[in-house]
């Protein structure tokens, strides 16, 4: 299935998880959020939420600013 | 109060917390992560802010390794977010991120200016507000709206001394007076500041605390920068605390008349 983290289209197995989507992009152990269209998804629950076809992740960390 | 030699006990508190330094640097425009820490100790800072964005796999060094090992808490903002629902989701994936429910709230109206949509920042406070955070709204320099944000729940106000990053120090010194007489909650002086000079005044206007980032991460010296930011903090802050003498029209002599030598 095709879904879209950060903006770009990517391709996962059906069935995949925020965990594995969040794996496709970093490593960082700490640090992270994940958001499953615009609604955040608590790490503890990234293994357990499934994707589906066409959602929005979007992955953010911190960076220098302001 | 503090006492005559330095600044013990006179704390800045926002939120029941107290912060061991006035002066709150941001980490934004360092060009290096070395310079970045060196600006950072130098500047004796407690709080700094950083920004959230996309993970970028290619990125090396992370800004929240420099805060950990320098020990300074940190403080996410919601910059480049233009509506009030774009500034909520990212204050809440930055909550879930850093652990944190502090945000510095920034909701700015066009990249031009990066001015606060007033609008816009009024409804994403009380959004967070309402949902546990304690909100640090970056603000215009308008008393008004700095009061209705303290009204609706917000931990501290931050009204602009100029645009973002214009080094133009305090444009509208008066009304930086008038938000700081009427505010119950810290006023934290953010944005366009150029020098130490406009962080003293910023302090003698009744600030309780300065917020910059660009002023020393672009000056050709970032650490020295840094230290007389730190200086000019302390200075401003003694001064408004010792009270200044009241301007006068004409000369007002030091020395005695009377004893002088008669030609």
């Given at each position: 299935m095709k879904i879209i983290v950060n903006g770009e289209p990517r391709e996962l197995p059906d069935g995949a998880s925020v965990a594995q989507a969040v794996a496709a992009v970093t490593t960082a152990a700490s640090g992270v959020a994940a958001a499953l269209n615009d609604e955040v998804v608590r790490r503890s629950a990234w293994e357990a939420t499934e994707l589906r076809e066409a959602d929005r992740l979007e992955v953010l960390t911190a960076v220098q600013g302001g | 109060m503090t006492d005559e030699t330095a600044n013990g006990g006179d704390g800045l508190v926002i939120a029941g917390e107290e912060i061991g330094s006035r002066l709150?640097?941001?980490?934004?425009?360092?060009?290096?992560?070395?310079?970045?820490?060196?600006?950072?100790?130098?500047?004796?800072?407690?709080?700094?802010?950083?920004?959230?964005?996309?993970?970028?796999?290619?990125?090396?060094?992370?800004?929240?390794?420099?805060?950990?090992?320098?020990?300074?808490?940190?403080l996410p903002n919601t910059a480049g977010c233009f509506t009030a629902g774009e500034a909520v989701l990212t204050a809440k994936m930055a909550r879930e991120a850093l652990g944190t429910n502090w945000v510095k709230l920034e909701v700015i109206a066009d990249e031009r200016t990066l001015l606060p949509d007033p609008i816009e920042l009024v409804e994403a406070a009380e959004q967070l507000v309402d949902d546990g955070f304690a909100v640090l709204p970056y603000t215009n320099d308008d008393p008004v709206l700095a009061h209705r944000l303290e009204q609706l729940g917000c931990a501290a106000v931050m009204p602009l001394g100029s645009p973002i990053g214009s080094g133009l120090g305090i444009r509208n010194p008066h009304n930086i007076e008038l938000i700081v007489e009427r505010a119950g909650v810290p006023v934290i002086l953010d944005a366009g500041l150029g020098t130490a000079s406009d962080a003293a005044l910023a302090m003698e206007l009744g600030c309780d605390a300065v917020l910059l980032a660009t002023a020393v991460t672009r000056a050709q010296s970032p650490a020295r920068m840094a230290a007389a930011m730190r200086h000019a903090v302390e200075a401003g802050r003694l001064a408004r605390l010792a009270g200044r003498i009241p301007k006068r029209r004409y000369a007002q002599a030091s020395s005695p008349f009377e004893g002088l030598a008669s030609s």
């Open positions: - | 709150i640097m941001g980490t934004g425009g360092a060009p290096s992560m070395h310079v970045l820490r060196e600006a950072l100790t130098a500047s004796g800072t407690a709080l700094t802010t950083v920004a959230m964005r996309r993970v970028d796999p290619s990125a090396r060094g992370s800004v929240l390794d420099v805060l950990t090992e320098c020990g300074i808490r940190v």
